[in-house]
């Protein structure tokens, strides 16, 4: 059975940081390109941030570059968020994402269950 359980979600002031960790279990996490999105209220899920296989090449949302930065421990079977000089507009629940393209073609998806992050003073 697939699970992918993200913590590090708090309440934080404007400014501050948070990091977020995805820990992967019942798949082969190193085959997997991995993402983060987030959702606010009222609004539709959005890509923050992607890295890939094998070279960890990584890719950010316009309104993170330069904030965030992505990164995996496949030893760990763990990814990482760190999320500085946070806004309130970054308030949402962040999801992590596991997906890869099989050999047939076929996209594989699975999704954690989210973990809260709310910026205000």
């Known amino acids: 059975q697939v699970q992918l359980v993200e913590s590090g979600g708090d309440l934080v002031q404007p400014g501050g940081s948070l990091r977020l960790s995805c820990v992967a279990s019942g798949l082969s996490f190193s085959t997997y390109a991995m993402k983060w999105y987030r959702q606010a209220p009222g609004k539709e899920r959005e890509l923050v941030a992607g890295?890939?296989?094998?070279?960890?090449?990584?890719n950010y949302a316009d309104p993170v570059k330069g904030r965030f930065t992505i990164s995996r421990d496949n030893a760990r079977n763990t990814m990482f968020l760190q999320m500085n000089s946070l806004k309130p507009e970054d308030t949402a629940v962040y999801y992590c994402?596991?997906?890869?393209?099989?050999?047939?073609?076929?996209?594989?998806?699975?999704w954690g269950q989210g973990t809260q992050v709310t910026v205000s003073s």
């Open positions: 890295i890939t296989i094998p070279g960890g090449s990584t």
């Open positions: 994402n596991a997906e890869r393209i099989t050999r047939a073609n076929l996209q594989v998806n699975y």
